[in-house]
């Protein structure tokens, strides 16, 4: 049975570094744990909270149940020809995954490089950036029914991922605990770096020719440059969606906006950068009390120092009011509000 302490300070378990209280915390570095803590009958039904690296949440109040810490570590590869299954434990901190996969040379997940949080949060998320999104490396993944107490393995088809979307955030939510996670990658890369300023940091170094670790430390050194570091300053990387439209809106926008930066989607509708809307309201590099946008990148919301959830909620309130009145658009929110 995993330790369970009570009362305990969540600010170290989220990367805005809010200042809330758990009723219970249960840490798990085994999936026999995960059983043994749902086995007794005052957890299995307490209300509760999975998290890993607290990269995608907001809490405005304290948690009255049991937050569960996943802790699962292990990575282990398997070549099929040109092709490498990497399994990884939905502890891992995702950024050592991709550097493993990296140094491994298997190819697929570089420009993934430095997204905060760890593995078993990523098909939760459908995480995704420069291009590449966890549903294009995905082969499955093995999650606890918290219910029945069994592993459930569920393969692409099963978690109907879209946009930062999946079943474990619609249909499934709360109900699966992941464990593990695999990736179908390969050892021949197909290199992406026409996303975003990919292909200009490579020029600045003078690559003509990439492999996946100049890739990587391009997507790394971008993201330095644009976003804070959550170990000196809170907050949750992108605090808003990328909104997709449809075209015959995209049209009203561009009509008003010629210089709007946008991207079409394979769907044929058009995604718009939700960095570039609050930044033409006004609201990069500004502050709110303890709150607001990084001086870097509007899109992310920070935390001074004393910030509370409600302060970085109601912030976040008047940027969603602000893009919607400039522009017509109306942002979605990527972190979880608790």
Known sequence: MPQ????????????????????????????????????????????????????????????????????????????????VLVTAGSGEVWNDFVNYCVVNNFAGVENLSLIPGTVGASPIQNIGAYGVELKDIFENCAAFEIKTGQIKTFNFEDCQFGYRESIFKGAFKGQYIITKVTFRLSSQAQLNTSYGAIEAELQNRGIESPGIADVSAAVAHIRVSKLPDPSTIGNAGSF????????????????????????????????????????????????????????????????????????????????????????????EREVNIL
Request: charged share 20%; proline share 3%; glycine share 8%.
């Open 4 to 83: 369970i302490l009570e009362n305990v300070s969540l600010k170290p378990y989220n990367s805005f570094a809010i200042d809330v209280n758990a009723h219970y915390f249960a840490e798990i570095e085994t999936e026999n744990d995960l059983n043994e803590l749902f086995q007794n009958p005052l957890f299995s039904n307490q209300k509760r909270l999975i998290v890993g690296g607290g990269s995608n949440i907001l809490f405005t109040q304290d948690f009255d149940g049991l937050v569960v810490k996943m802790s699962i570590k292990g990575i282990e590869s398997r070549i099929e020809g040109n092709q």
């Open 240 to 331: 808003f969606k990328n909104p997709i439209i449809e075209k015959h809106e995209f049209a009203d926008v561009v009509a008003q906006h010629p210089d709007v930066v946008h991207y079409p989607t394979a769907d044929g509708r058009i995604k718009l950068a939700a960095g570039w809307l609050i930044e033409q309201c006004g609201w990069k590099g500004k502050r709110v009390g303890e709150t607001g946008t990084w001086k870097n990148q509007a899109l992310v919301l920070v935390n001074h120092g004393h910030a509370s959830g409600t302060e970085v909620y109601q912030f976040s309130e008047q940027i969603i009011d602000s893009v919607k009145s400039t522009f017509g658009v109306t942002l």
